[in-house]
């Protein structure tokens, strides 16, 4: 059994139990539940760049990275920094993540984009990202089939929930759906978590026609980042290079500073 696997059967495990113990009538009764969710500025992508700025405490091939880190000091930090959203693992067992990081971070950052990156392979964990404050989820190509993906991004916008749509290969990419905004590349292998920052550039032009392009995992420089966008992605998501710094948040600045500086830009502009 691969890392995958053996992730997608623990989920199946917790999904059961999340249910058991909290209703969906009862997520429905959560504050967040009933706001309005928030959405990227995509006219500034065309200018420069963004960053989905990640926190993660650990990883199933790296083990831990930062244990002790406060989402809530580290988003500020991102916030300030300029970056187009925030990514929060929400997965326990393996990512050390928790929905609790994910509201402390919605009540200290109301206005912040919060993407809510876990294995959604039920229609339970839409209500469940949006009762705890998300704006976006993440869709793994390699998780579902085709008619899960539909069933799932068509919910998603139901409910005013962006889908960040995870791919490793073409063969996944057939899997997309019309009601899908953002598309990712993964340029880490999820049953070997062996990263190849080259499958973004294999893959670009195979993106759907109107979607926003994701460049996702092993970015760590502005030199990458700018020859990916030249190459036609506008997002960039990233974690281990931040978080496995001693402060995260002055990391991701001086990251933004660099892009700033190459594309003569400021976070008022």
Do not use: W
């Not at 700025?53 to 091939?61: D, L, N």
């Amino acid at each position: 059994m691969n890392i995958l696997d053996a992730i997608l059967e623990q989920k199946r495990v917790e999904i059961l139990s999340r249910k058991q113990k909290r209703p969906l009538s009862n997520l429905k009764s959560f504050p967040f539940y009933h706001r309005e969710t928030h959405v990227m500025d995509l006219h500034k992508l065309e200018e420069a760049p963004g960053i989905i700025a990640e926190f993660k405490r650990q990883s199933p091939s790296k083990g831990p990275i930062n244990m002790e880190a406060d989402p809530v000091v580290i988003a500020e930090a991102y916030r300030t920094a300029g970056v187009s959203a925030m990514s929060i693992l929400t997965d326990r067992s393996f990512f050390g993540g928790s929905f609790a990081d994910l509201k402390r971070v919605r009540e200290s950052e109301p206005g912040m984009v919060l993407l809510r990156k876990d294995f959604i392979i039920d229609s339970y964990q839409l209500h469940e990202a949006l009762a705890y404050g998300a704006d976006m989820v993440l869709l793994i190509a390699a998780n579902l089939e085709q008619g899960e993906v539909t069933d799932l991004a068509l919910e998603a916008r139901s409910l005013g929930l962006n889908v960040l749509f995870e791919v490793h290969s073409m063969d996944e990419m057939e899997k997309y759906h019309p009601a899908i905004r953002y598309v990712g590349v993964n340029n880490r292998n999820l049953k070997t978590f062996i990263v190849d920052t080259g499958l973004s550039l294999k893959l670009i032009g195979q993106m759907p026609e109107g979607v926003v392009p994701v460049s996702e995992s092993g970015l760590s420089h502005v030199e990458e980042i700018v020859s990916l966008h030249k190459a036609g992605y506008k997002l960039f998501l990233m974690g281990e290079a931040f978080m496995r710094e001693v402060d995260p948040g002055r990391a991701c600045a001086l990251l933004m500073e660099g892009l700033k500086t190459h594309y003569n830009y400021s976070n008022d502009k």
